[in-house]
């Protein structure tokens, strides 16, 4: 049995990861995210960025949490635990833009991207940890990858924008918007993986599972296969 851990908040990566048939443990990680993109060179590809992100978010929950999520995990009978950290930003123009967290940022970017296009990046950390040996959480791989999809953007109204900005919906996601509830409406189509647009990309997660010779099988609750 493998224990699968999210450090994530976002409720839509859970929500991803459940339909999927996994039933995940979640650790909100706490990581300063400007004060860490300060500290990365200039020019550092946008790639990189939303990659060291999603790093930094595995790595603090692995490090404040790993102990007591491996007690957790074999008490449940696991003997391996897979976590997870995400991070996605859009980029436009050449710049990267993550949550907008108030209505007036919301609207400049919308009144910057509606009736264009942007990508969207999120950045993947895989930790996966042997639990067998005594009580130690003996991390055995890492990897990292990042997806992108291309998302077009329709030109909703003014009066559209402020009523679906006013709802609070989009103010905690990157780039302000979401295709999978409100924000389906004014996003005309996207080019890519539509997951990772609400926050984890599947097929990105079985690729890393894979290099660590696992199966996207092998994290499904008990009980789907009759």
Same mark, same amino acid.
């Given at each position: 049995? !493998? #224990?699968?851990?999210? &450090? %994530? #908040? %976002?409720? %839509? /990566?859970?929500? !991803?990861?459940?339909?999927? *048939?996994? +039933?995940?443990?979640? /650790?909100?990680? /706490?990581? +300063?995210?400007?004060?860490?993109?300060?500290?990365?060179? +200039? /020019?550092?590809?946008?790639?990189? !960025?939303?990659?060291?992100?999603?790093?930094?978010?595995? +790595?603090?929950?692995?490090?404040?949490? *790993? #102990? &007591?999520? #491996?007690?957790e995990a074999r008490a449940a009978g696991a003997e391996q635990m897979v976590l997870v950290g995400c991070d996605s930003m859009l980029l436009v123009d050449g710049w990267l833009e993550g949550k907008?967290?108030?209505?007036?940022r919301a609207m400049e970017r919308w009144r910057a991207v509606r009736g264009r296009h942007g990508v969207l990046l999120t950045g993947h950390a895989l930790v996966v940890a042997d639990l067998r040996d005594g009580t130690d959480l003996v991390v055995t791989h890492r990897g990292a990858d990042t997806s992108d999809t291309t998302v077009h953007f329709g030109a909703p109204s003014d009066a559209d924008l402020d009523v679906y900005l006013r709802t609070g919906e989009p103010l905690e996601c990157a780039g302000a918007f979401t295709i999978e509830s409100l924000g389906g409406w004014f996003i005309d189509r996207i080019e890519g993986d539509p997951s990772s647009v609400i926050g984890l990309s599947l097929p990105l997660l079985r690729r890393l599972l894979a290099g660590a010779d696992l199966h996207a099988h092998h994290l499904w609750r008990p009980g789907l296969v009759g």
């Amino acid at each position: 049995m !493998i #224990a699968f851990v999210l &450090a %994530s #908040a %976002s409720p %839509s /990566r859970l929500r !991803i990861l459940q339909q999927a *048939g996994v +039933d995940p443990l979640v /650790r909100v990680p /706490r990581v +300063d995210e400007d004060a860490l993109l300060a500290t990365l060179p +200039d /020019r550092t590809p946008p790639v990189r !960025i939303v990659e060291e992100l999603a790093r930094a978010k595995a +790595d603090e929950v692995l490090a404040r949490e *790993g #102990a &007591a999520l #491996a007690e957790e995990a074999r008490a449940a009978g696991a003997e391996q635990m897979v976590l997870v950290g995400c991070d996605s930003m859009l980029l436009v123009d050449g710049w990267l833009e993550g949550k907008p967290h108030t209505y007036e940022r919301a609207m400049e970017r919308w009144r910057a991207v509606r009736g264009r296009h942007g990508v969207l990046l999120t950045g993947h950390a895989l930790v996966v940890a042997d639990l067998r040996d005594g009580t130690d959480l003996v991390v055995t791989h890492r990897g990292a990858d990042t997806s992108d999809t291309t998302v077009h953007f329709g030109a909703p109204s003014d009066a559209d924008l402020d009523v679906y900005l006013r709802t609070g919906e989009p103010l905690e996601c990157a780039g302000a918007f979401t295709i999978e509830s409100l924000g389906g409406w004014f996003i005309d189509r996207i080019e890519g993986d539509p997951s990772s647009v609400i926050g984890l990309s599947l097929p990105l997660l079985r690729r890393l599972l894979a290099g660590a010779d696992l199966h996207a099988h092998h994290l499904w609750r008990p009980g789907l296969v009759g």
